[in-house]
């Protein structure tokens, strides 16, 4: 292990905030098994399905600029605690619901609302603290650390919520509240120098991120790489689609499905932390999305669960290039006073391409099929990594971080 990684390890805080967002990951991802899954059993829809990326992605996209106004102004680590809270409470509603017999649809797509209102202050808080808590030399390593414990918990969740759910859905929503309880504790348990800001709420200062962003074209390219890539070829909300009918799987194969990306991305962020991207981030940021959609029509193709799986995982390990080089870019080039409304602008991409992507996919499935939908979408990715050489050749020609 290498001095610098050691030093990292020693960061008390950081390590403190990195339990707690493994704990609220592997709560979320466990949570969204059990809500895609029970969703299924109750509608067998696709467009259902794609509904509750919507129903997540409005309340996120509405709130994204004011919520990365008030991370700039408050205190982060008190904002992500109170986030895992209301988590918290989501969860002892799902399975009191449960246990009345009580969830419907409509339930479960007022719970998505909800999630995606968090969700717009907890992505900003959670990117903007880290900076933090460990020196600047060492904050690549702490990017690609945390993206190893958020893969280990990606992994960890679905395979255990699909386990847990063998016994009633009711069994994960108990532990899922558990879990983002122990989440909000540690987060309060973590110090770190606040510095009181004044912002005053203006139209200047709510659109300041935006501004930022659209000034710098590397960051530009790279955000909206990531918008157009997941968009396009994610395939999340298809999963059980693919589980029941295609692969003939229960919900432990679910979880094994939704665990596969995350098994990749762990690998591949475990090299990153051994072995940091150095030289020539552009061009190796721009093959990994490229590849990212190749595996994407791969898994649509396949009939097979494990070949289903290992396409799965290249995605994963594709993607977490991708996650690292922007992240690592995006927090370097940004001043600390405005990490919180830059983070909310990415929070708006990411969102937009992880919750409409389902929506995209659902549309699309319930039209043509899912095989169809998740091929397409496969492509338009591979389209969009060659059109960004030309469209942002600032980001291609990109040697170092």
Request: proline share 3%.
């Amino acid at each position: 292990m290498s001095s610098s990684f050691s030093e990292l390890l020693a960061h008390r805080q950081f390590m403190r905030f990195w339990l707690a967002r493994i704990c609220g990951i592997t709560a979320h991802q466990m949570l969204m098994l059990a809500i895609s899954w029970h969703l299924y059993e109750l509608t067998d829809s696709a467009w259902d399905l794609g509904l509750v990326g919507l129903f997540q992605f409005i309340p996120a996209f509405l709130m994204a600029l004011p919520a990365g106004h008030v991370v700039d102004r408050l205190h982060r680590g008190r904002i992500f605690a109170t986030c895992m809270a209301v988590l918290g409470l989501v969860a002892v509603v799902l399975g009191f619901a449960t246990s009345q017999g009580q969830t419907s649809r409509e339930l479960i797509f007022a719970v998505a609302w909800v999630l995606g209102f968090t969700r717009a202050f907890q992505m900003p808080a959670q990117q903007a603290i880290t900076p933090l808590l460990v020196p600047k030399e060492l904050f690549q390593r702490a990017v690609a650390l945390s993206s190893t414990g958020v893969q280990m918990a990606v992994i960890g969740g679905p395979a255990v919520g699909g386990l847990l759910y063998l016994g009633g859905a009711l069994t994960v929503y108990r532990v899922c509240a558990v879990l983002f309880t122990l989440s909000m504790l540690l987060t309060l348990w973590v110090r770190y120098p606040h510095v009181v800001r004044q912002h005053s709420l203006s139209w200047q200062s709510l659109f300041a991120g935006v501004a930022f962003v659209w000034q710098r074209k590397v960051l530009l390219g790279a955000i909206s790489l990531d918008l157009f890539a997941v968009l396009l070829g994610g395939a999340t909300a298809l999963l059980p689609m693919f589980a029941r009918d295609i692969l003939h799987v229960g919900p432990d194969g679910l979880g094994l499905l939704r665990s596969a990306p995350a098994v990749g991305a762990l690998c591949m962020s475990i090299a990153i932390t051994r072995w940091p991207i150095q030289r020539r981030v552009g061009y190796k940021l721009l093959a990994a999305v490229a590849v990212f959609g190749l595996a994407s029509m791969v898994f649509g193709m396949s009939d097979h669960f494990v070949l289903s799986l290992v396409a799965l995982a290249v995605t994963g390990a594709a993607d977490n290039i991708s996650v690292v080089t922007r992240l690592t870019l995006m927090q370097m080039e940004t001043p600390d006073e405005m990490r919180g409304r830059v983070a909310a602008v990415n929070g708006v991409f990411i969102g937009a391409s992880n919750e409409l992507g389902e929506f995209e996919s659902g549309l699309t499935a319930a039209l043509w099929g899912p095989v169809i939908s998740v091929v397409a979408g496969g492509m338009g990715t591979v389209a969009i990594a060659l059109a960004w050489f030309k469209l942002f050749p600032d980001l291609a020609r990109r040697d170092t971080l």
